[in-house]
Each structure stands twice: as C-alpha cells, then as structure tokens.
C-alpha cells in the first residue's frame, strides 16, 4: 500500500504514515466505539486570587488570609493549580496575625511602663520633693 499523501510505500495495515505523520485509513472500529471522556482541563498555573492572597499574606495579612480562603475554594470548585500555595498562604497569614497581636500587647505593656516611669521622674523632679525626709 502506498500513502496518499506522500506516495512512501507503508504496511497495509498502517493507520497513519510512518513518514508524513497523516493518517491514510480510517481508525479501528474498537477504538471509536468507546468515545473518551471529557476531562476537565487544570490550569498549570495558580489563579490570580491565591497569587494576590499569598503577596498579601506577607504584607496585610487580614487581606491575605481572606484571598488565600477564596482563592481555596475557588480552586476546589474549578479543578485549578494553586492549592497548596493557598494553604501556604493561610497559615502564613494566621502566623502574622498572632505576631502582630504579640507585637501590639508588647508595644502597650511598654507604653504603660515607659509612662509610669516618666510620671515617677517628674514626681521626684518637683520642687518640694525631699528623698531624705
């Protein structure tokens, strides 16, 4: 048998044209019966929202996590890439959550101490303050 295409010589129970790559003879009659089964297409990379709460998560945390959990679940819903990072970038803005926290309730404590301080000196600076009395 000879290709249609290129006119090579190929086995005659050739499907396709070892040469030219073009099919020459219509697919078996097995392999047609059992259509394929659409298969929903994962994107290869991240959708914007993980991508945008990961950034965040870093710099606005409370942002953060509130684009990392939609982006999550819209991850999930769609079949996209990303999930991981999505996760990543929760757990990320839940740790700068609390240090934030930390760093405010130690700010306060030190503001308080710094102000009590302050009013004892000015106390001991005023004129009729006499330690050996």
Excluded: W
């Excluded at 914007?48 to 870093?58: K, R």
């Amino acid at each position: 048998m000879f290709c249609k295409f290129c006119g090579k010589e190929i086995p005659d129970d050739s499907v396709i044209c070892p040469s030219c790559c073009r099919q020459v003879a219509p697919l078996k009659a097995q392999a047609q019966s059992t259509p394929a089964q659409p298969r929903a297409a994962i994107s290869p990379t991240p959708n914007a929202m993980i991508l945008t709460g990961f950034v965040c998560a870093f710099l606005a945390p409370i942002v953060g996590l509130i684009y990392c959990i939609l982006g999550l679940l819209q991850a999930q819903q769609y079949r996209e890439n990303g999930q991981g990072l999505a996760k990543a970038g929760i757990v990320i803005s839940i740790i700068m959550l609390i240090l934030s926290l930390v760093l405010t309730i130690i700010t306060i404590v030190n503001l308080s101490t710094l102000t009590a301080l302050l009013n004892v000196y000015q106390y001991n600076q005023s004129p009729g303050y006499n330690p050996y009395y």
